[in-house]
């Protein structure tokens, strides 16, 4: 009975582990929201990184990745987004990528403020002096001034995410700039990988520090969830632009000069307010030298006084000159991509000149050109006499019937021109008379 027992049981043991019992889970692999950031820093810029972030982090993320490829941009844009990346609730990647790409002037402090930094092969970064833009030039203790505070900021940055502050310091104040494998040697950055599974295979295992504390990054097989810009967010780019904003801007003011000059086009007014109104917007976010507005406007003015003064051409000539400077000086910055392209402004200064001399032509023209209507659109006009015009009389002028005196003795039916007029009195006089009085 013993041995049967015995047997019993372990009958009894191999039933339950052949009983498939309950498995865990399997993980569920991490997800990281990518952007692409391959224009100058502006607004726009962080608007679309801000609402990327929150969307990454409200939407189960592991983390953001952020593309980079920039030439620089405005000091106060850069810094919100700093500022940002420093706060932000999930790690933060910035990718100097593809080769050729590079991370120059605000996109240093981006990439440094970084929790992962990284660079592509082939692609740079550094050349973060501080410039002034849209005010002239700087005096050399302001200039110390904004130098020393960029470096401050910079170093600021570097020493919180452990990475080389001297580099950093040089990128400022001496436009230091290096390759993607000299950065990884000066730990300005922490991996060089050649595409994005490349980074995130390196990347896995580290740790990083949030505002809630320190993070293992786990992105072995992670997904990546592209996210692009939305509507709103294009449009506030495409404005960013300054050449679309230069257009703009002259589209505007051509189409109210227009609407002025020629009231009741109507058309010609709404596309030029319209126009004038998204520009002045776009200038907002943009280094723009108000001086160069100001010669803008004041080329405009003179278009405008040519049609009430007699210059012979003078004034036109002068607004021509003061839309091209106003036009070199509109924006100012060392950046191109914040410059307006040569090959814009040319041909829309060209343009643009022209169609102001055209429309200063066509109000000139109208001004000189005789009345149609009216007492002065009378005089001159031609008819004939409907009684003998012996001091007073009656003809027949433009389809209607007039009473009308004559210095001259004018017979019935004999033709008639109108040298004035009294109330409802045409002063006559015999056609012919008054080229035979001047020849």
Known sequence: MKKIGIALFAALALLIAAVPGKTAPPEKAPVYDVISVQAPITPATY????????????GGASGLIILLDTPGGLDLAMRDIVKEILNAPLPIF??????????????????????????????????AHPV??????????????????????????????????????????????VTAEEALKLHVIDYVAVNLPDLLRQASGREVVLPSGKVVLNTEGAQLREKTMGLRE?????????????????????????????????????????SLILAFFALQTLPVNFAGVLLILFGVVLFIAEIKIVSHGLLTVA????????????FESPIPALRVSFQVLIPTVLITSLFFVAVIGLAVRAQMRKPRTGTEGMVGEEGVALTAVHGEGRVFVRGEYWNATSESPIEEGEPVRVKGIRGLILEVEKRGVSEEAKS
């Not at 608007?47 to 409200?58: P, Q, V």
């Not at 050729?100 to 930094?117: K, L, N, P, Q, W």
């Open 47 to 58: 608007k679309y990184i801000s609402r990327a972030l929150g969307e990454a982090a409200g």
């Open 94 to 127: 910035v990718y100097v990528y593809p080769p050729g790409a590079r991370a120059a002037s605000a996109g240093v402090m981006i990439t440094m403020a970084a929790h992962v930094a990284a660079m592509a092969p082939g692609t740079n970064i550094g050349a």
């Open 132 to 177: 002034a833009i849209g005010s002239g030039k700087m005096d050399e203790t302001m200039s110390k001034k904004v130098e020393n505070d960029a470096v401050a900021y910079v170093k600021g940055i570097a020493q919180r995410r452990g990475r080389n502050q001297e580099w950093a310091e040089n990128a400022v104040r001496k436009s230091e700039s």
């Open 234 to 274: 294009k449009v506030l780019t495409a404005l960013s632009d300054p050449n679309i904003a230069y257009l703009l801007l002259m589209i505007g003011l051509a189409g109210l000069y227009f609407e002025f000059s020629h009231p009741g086009a109507v058309l010609p007014g709404v596309v030029g307010g319209i």
């Open 319 to 330: 607004g021509i000159v003061s839309l091209v400077l106003g036009s070199l000086f509109l």
